[in-house]
């Protein structure tokens, strides 16, 4: 039984696996196979979520799995139980997977070395979301073929970004060419790879815009949307200096006409919906991982 807490520390060859399991999944023409009967998985979201959480489910429903899915919003959470003390019941109860999300820093990785079920990190403060990196090299691998000798662009709040963080370290792994780009005060000085202008970054095989994680800021840190779009955005005029090979991405949910121009969400050169589709079979794979 095995844990999925970061991409950081997971060697490539499992990565690949993953990525590898996920296709043959995407190729069944079965929706439900029941290869979990009878296992018990808890979705237990600490922090808001709509693609991953479902995702999860859709995942677990597939393989067969019984579903749990606690939401801190409607819990004894909201009486001031710990996260620990909740996850602690849920094992007790007989769990035998916990898919979780959590907004403070530090309590993953702590909580897993407590808690005796293998844990799947669902997205952890702004530390990394795994299955998100994941989906987004599925993504990529599907469109160029291979990852190798590919140049990604990572353009926005890098500092608040769990998905920049998971994506550098996966994709260095295969070789793969990151750069970032992002206002001085969305900058993240702990993550080794080089900054480049909004024009540089425009010429790349992958340009993945970052949500402005508001909800994450302090006061201020962006003078307004207007002006972050000017500066940061990828608009419709932006968009006409890609190579025609490349594929714009956005982990979402999208703050269009911030980050991103609203036309370009669904353009031909777009796989922001298909990387959502190619959650799902991500997730069977890493949910079948865990109780493997
Ligand atoms: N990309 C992502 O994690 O979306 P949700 O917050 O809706 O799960």
Request: glycine share 6%; with cysteine; hydrophobic share 40%.
């Amino acid at each position: 039984q095995r844990s999925l807490l970061g991409l950081k520390d997971l060697d490539k060859e499992e990565i690949v696996s993953i990525l590898d399991r996920a296709a043959y999944w995407e190729g069944q023409a079965d929706k439900v196979q029941p290869v979990i009967p009878g296992k018990f998985v808890a979705n237990m979201f600490f922090e808001n979520s709509t693609r991953t959480r479902f995702s999860f489910e859709v995942a677990e429903k597939r393989l067969g799995a019984e579903v749990l899915n606690f939401s801190a919003a409607v819990s004894s959470v909201q009486k001031g139980e710990s996260i620990y003390d909740t996850v602690r019941t849920l094992e007790s109860m007989g769990i035998d997977v916990g898919v979780i999300r959590l907004k403070p820093i530090g309590v993953l990785a702590e909580l897993a070395t407590k808690i005796k079920v293998p844990l799947i990190n669902a997205g952890d403060g702004n530390n990394e979301h795994p299955t998100q990196a994941l989906l987004d090299l599925y993504t990529m691998r599907k469109h160029f073929g291979e990852l190798k000798g590919l140049t990604v662009s990572i353009i926005g709040d890098v500092l608040h970004s769990r998905v920049a963080r998971s994506n550098l370290y996966a994709l260095r792994k295969f070789g793969v060419n990151v750069k970032f780009c992002a206002p001085g005060n969305m900058a993240s000085a702990d993550l080794d790879a080089p900054y480049v202008s909004i024009d540089e970054a425009l010429q790349s095989d992958v340009v993945m815009m970052l949500r402005v994680q508001l909800e994450r800021h302090e006061h201020g840190i962006i003078k307004s949307a207007e002006d972050y779009r000017e500066h940061y955005g990828l608009t419709v005029e932006r968009a006409k200096r890609l190579a025609p090979h490349a594929i714009i991405m956005h982990p979402a949910p999208i703050n269009r006409g911030v980050e991103i121009d609203d036309e370009l969400v669904e353009h031909p050169q777009s796989r922001i919906f298909p990387q959502m589709q190619n959650g799902v079979p991500i997730r069977m794979a890493v949910i079948e991982r865990a109780l493997s």
